[in-house]
């Protein structure tokens, strides 16, 4: 008898491998509204001014809250910043100082008023800006006419030097803005204003010394001419012998021997005439009396 054969095994569908799930995109972040950023800030500096409060100055939870406020408002500062972009300053210097402003108005803003803190500061913040354009940068006033339309020069001379790859010239310019050569020239010479040339600087292009070399001195025989006139008006009113016997020992620088005898007196008696007239001299001397 032959061996059975065994049935043949069904085979088990194995299934398809599921698919990979499709990426789900990350969600785009929203911006904050400029509205909603300012109300946060300004949320944030009511929170911070209640604990200023109560700290003791110079501790360093007080440093801390303080430098958070700083901190804070710095966007005001550049705001105030920006209103002053016109000047042809760094804004760097610009926004260090009106931070000066905005520590000033940190330390002097109490929270009780029921004054918002940015409300308050602004006037701070561009108060030392301006002072600061006052005291270090502009050395001439300049009309505010002059001063809009050199704004507008150097906006034009930007755009022309980025056109042409080279500075322009003064009727290129004029050219742009539809003004004249002599404006241009005016506006240019105002910008200046705002920099302060030291006297001791060489001159620019002539290579010539500074101001300060090329400026005159005092003449030191200026301090006599006033001296010198007074004489003159004293010495007509002494004797004519007297005036003789001092024009020979002071402006021909004779001895009392030799004017002696050039006016055949003694030497004893010269000597007397002078001490008189000294006296006399004196006597009238309006600066010494």
């Known amino acids: 008898m032959s061996a059975s054969t065994a049935p043949p095994q069904e085979e088990i569908p194995v299934p398809d491998p599921a698919p990979d799930p499709a990426p789900v995109p990350e969600p785009t972040p929203v911006p904050v509204p400029e509205k909603r950023r300012g109300a946060d800030t300004r949320a944030l500096t009511q929170l911070l001014f209640g604990e200023l409060k109560h700290l ?72 030392e800006i301006k002072r600061y354009f006052r005291d270090n940068v502009r050395t001439v006033h300049v009309p505010r006419r002059l001063h809009e339309l050199w704004v507008q020069v150097n906006g034009a001379t930007e755009d022309l030097t980025t056109a042409f790859g080279r500075t322009p010239s003064t009727a290129e ?43 005159g001195y005092e003449d030191p025989e200026l301090d006599g001419v006033e001296h010198r006139d007074l004489v003159r008006h004293l010495l007509v009113q002494l004797p004519e012998r007297e005036q003789r016997i001092l024009l020979l020992r002071y402006y021909s620088n004779l001895t009392q021997s030799q004017i002696s005898a050039e006016l055949g007196v003694s030497q004893m008696h010269v000597s007397r005439l002078l001490a008189r007239s000294f006296a006399r001299l004196r006597s009238a001397n309006r600066i010494e009396a």
């Open 56 to 127: 003791e100055p110079g501790t360093p939870e007080h440093h801390r809250v303080r430098g958070a406020l700083i901190e804070a408002n710095l966007p005001l500062v550049r705001y105030a910043a920006a209103r002053f972009r016109s000047r042809n300053e760094p804004m760097e210097d610009v926004v260090q100082v009106g931070t000066i402003g905005l520590i000033n108005a940190i330390d002097r803003f109490d929270p009780d008023r029921g004054v918002q803190f940015p409300t308050f500061a602004m006037p701070t913040v561009v108060g």
């Open 173 to 215: 310019i004029a050219e742009r803005l539809r003004i004249s050569e002599e404006e241009v020239l005016s506006c240019i010479e105002a910008g200046r204003s705002y920099h302060a040339t030291s006297l001791e600087a060489a001159q620019e292009g002539d290579g010539m010394p500074g101001l300060l070399d090329r400026l």
